[in-house]
């Protein structure tokens, strides 16, 4: 009896052991396809339409039509760099005492003080829903100057900002007016202005863009020298130290419309500007807008294995004028199309083409590039083989793509 009770209880045993195993093995296999499903994850992007730059890099130096501006000692400036001045413009006053600095910056904020409150007064009559329109947009000029750190805008900013309050508070009879406090900023505004009375100043002897020393890179070069270097020979003059003009330059006059770039590169960058005439440069960090330009020359130096590029811009401002030798970019076309992340394509059946999600099913969608760089694909959209749309989700990353496949 003992004997047939230990072989049930065996067999028992035996049993449950096995059908423990079976669970465990049932587990595993229900959390294999729990982690197969769930753990397929995929990444996607919106197909976008955007624009990409062909841009080649350039180092050069910048030639302007100018002339120089004599002055030497301590000077204050009264024009803006880039600033379009005539003959006879003041540019600026020699300093004979440190504290006249002083003075002319008092000056200046009581003449810039003394003007916004003389518009404020001008605002009798006026519509208050205007009044109230105009200082709402002020406010949010300034909040955006803010917002932005755009500092260069910043003073313009509040000044007009406050020339709508004022007006504001006196079509309203907040305030009944300034004439007393402009009384006593004009006296103060005369006293200043009696002070630098008497120095000697630097004029402008011709019209033209003026720029100063300190702003721009004084080339001690010639619009000759450069024209005549070979590229080799402007090759070695970009890695040298630039000589620059003595301690006795003001500043310069820029009399032209026009400016040159006199560049060097290896000849297989120069390939790149056949048949290219116009053009777009930048200068990141100084000039960050593209401006428009043309290719005037290309001349190939095979024993050197350079070219020297030469573009002419007809644009002229204060950070133009600042340029002197410079890293800049050329830009010599611009796309525009679909942009699709690059990491997205594959290669089907020897077709290029990317996966698009819709719904939860993969479709491969054949693609036509127009342009691409390390990062990104800029599709034709109006490629009659181009088989990916606007704002479709392309699938950048995942496992088992196939045409039809389950996401």
């Known amino acids: 009896m003992d004997h047939r009770d230990r072989g049930r209880r065996a067999a028992v045993r035996a049993a449950l052991v096995m059908g ?22 995929y990444q996607t992007e919106t197909a976008i339409s955007a624009s990409m730059e062909d841009t080649v890099p350039l180092s050069g130096i910048a030639m302007f039509d100018a002339v120089p501006v004599q002055g030497s000692g301590s000077l204050g400036y009264l024009v803006e760099d880039g600033e379009r001045v005539t003959e006879g413009t003041v540019l600026a006053e020699i300093y004979t005492d440190p ?20 518009k404020s007064e001008n605002s009798v009559g006026s519509d208050l829903a205007l009044l109230t329109a105009q200082t709402r947009t002020a406010l949010l ?43 006593d900023l004009q ?31 004084p080339l001690d070069l010639t619009e000759d020298t450069l024209k005549s270097d070979t590229a080799a020979a402007l ?91 410079e890293d800049a970019e050329i830009v010599l076309n611009t796309y525009e199309g679909i942009r699709v992340s690059k990491r997205a394509m594959h290669i089907v059946d020897g077709e290029r083409g990317v996966y698009v999600k819709y719904g939860s099913l993969q479709r491969f969608r054949r693609i036509v590039v127009l342009f691409e ?31 039809g496949g389950l996401v």
């Open 20 to 41: 423990g195993m079976l669970l465990a093995l049932a587990a595993v296999y229900i959390v294999l396809q729990l982690y197969a499903i769930l753990g397929r994850t």
């Open 99 to 118: 504290a006249q600095s002083t003075q002319r910056e008092e000056l200046d904020r009581l003449d810039r003080i003394i003007d916004l409150l003389t």
């Open 141 to 183: 000029n300034l909040l955006d100057q803010l917002d932005t750190a755009s500092y260069t805008g910043m003073s313009d900013a509040i000044d007009e900002f406050l020339l709508a309050q004022n007006r504001l508070q006196i079509s309203t009879g907040q305030s009944s007016g300034f004439t007393a406090t402009l009384a």
């Open 187 to 217: 006296t103060q505004r005369d006293a200043a202005a009696a002070a630098l009375e008497g120095l000697q100043t630097i004029t402008a002897d011709r019209n033209g863009y003026f720029i100063s020393t300190a702003a721009a890179l």
């Open 235 to 325: 090759s070695e003059r970009l890695q040298q130290e630039i000589p620059t003009t003595g301690s006795d330059l003001a500043g310069r006059i820029v009399t032209g419309f026009s400016w040159r770039f006199y560049g060097v590169c290896d000849l297989d960058t120069a390939a790149r500007f056949d048949g290219v005439t116009s053009v777009k440069i930048r200068v990141p960090g100084k000039q960050d807008e593209a401006l428009d330009a043309t290719v005037t020359e290309v001349a190939a130096d095979e024993t050197a294995g350079l070219a020297k590029i030469t573009l002419e811009c007809r644009t002229i401002n204060a950070d133009v004028l600042r340029l002197g030798r």
């Open 373 to 403: 760089d390390e990062n990104y694909l800029l599709l034709d959209p109006e490629a009659e083989d181009n088989e990916v749309r606007l704002y479709d989700e392309i699938i950048v990353e995942g496992p088992n793509l196939q045409d």
